[in-house]
Structure formats: C-alpha cells, structure tokens
C-alpha cells in the first residue's frame, strides 16, 4: 500500500514534469519564430555563423532567410509541444502505453535525425546545446515510470 502509494506520487511528479517542460517548450519556439536573431539565442547563432561562414557577417539575404527558416522551426517545436502537452495531459496521465509509445518513438526519431544532421554538418553545439538537453528532461520521465504502463490493459 505505501509503496504503491509512493509510487503514484512519483508518477503524479513526472506527470507533471513534461506537462511543465511541454508547455515551457511551446513558449520557447515562439521566441524562436519571433526573436531567433536576438541575443536569446546569440550563441546558437554564433555557432552557426562561425561554422557557415568563418565567423564573418552573415550577408543579409541569407539573415533574412535564416530568420524565416527560424520562424518557421520555432512555430513547429512550438506545435509539436502543445500536441505533446495535450497527449501527457489526456493519455500518459492515464497511463495509456499508446501515449508514452509516441513520445518516446516521437523524441528518438527527432534525437536521431536532428543529432545525425548537426554531426554531418559539423554542427556540435546544436547538439550540445539543444539536442542533449531537450533528449533528457523529456526522456528521462519515460524511463522512470516506464513500468507504470505494463500490463494495465490501457494499450493502443
């Protein structure tokens, strides 16, 4: 009885956890579409610079097209987010397998290919500095209640 008890206080904290790390993200790719080029984000942009164009000013047609390319990627993490907050907060919080499936399926396969383009194009700092980062604090609370799905008939 305790440790059961124990154990839903534990799911309840993860729970919780991507609901607040979801919802956060979703903010955070809206300052990506809107200010991606302001010094929120100036040493991810540095890399950028640096690796691209050896440090020197990025001309300004191709700002202006990394600045839509920004917008663009901050309104999808932004959408992907929010989905990610409403499949915690309506299925993973029921422990329905579908849901933890999705995320999990849904991080490797951007972990995987996002990381395997950064490495392709000598781009580490991405990696580093976003990709690592985001992996974990989404990944781990699958990890930890991983078990809280099996067997309660609450498949896909």
Request: net charge positive; glycine share 8%; aromatic share 20%.
């Amino acid at each position: 009885m305790v440790k059961e008890q124990v154990a839903n206080k534990q799911f309840h904290f993860w729970t919780n956890w991507l609901l607040i790390v979801n919802s956060i993200t979703v903010f955070i790719g809206m300052l990506i579409a809107f200010f991606g080029n302001s010094f929120l984000f100036e040493y991810h942009n540095k890399g950028t610079g640096n690796l691209f164009f050896g440090g020197r000013n990025i001309p300004l047609e191709i700002l202006t097209f990394k600045n839509w390319l920004f917008g663009i990627i901050g309104a999808t993490i932004s959408g992907f987010h929010l989905l990610m907050v409403f499949i915690v907060h309506f299925a993973f919080r029921k422990k329905q397998i579908w849901a933890r499936n999705a995320i999990a399926l849904a991080m490797v396969t951007w972990f995987a290919l996002d990381s395997g383009l950064s490495l392709y194009y000598g781009a580490y700092y991405n990696i580093y500095l976003i990709n690592i980062p985001s992996f974990v604090i989404i990944v781990l609370p699958l990890i930890v209640t991983w078990k809280e799905f099996s067997g309660n008939g609450a498949s896909a």
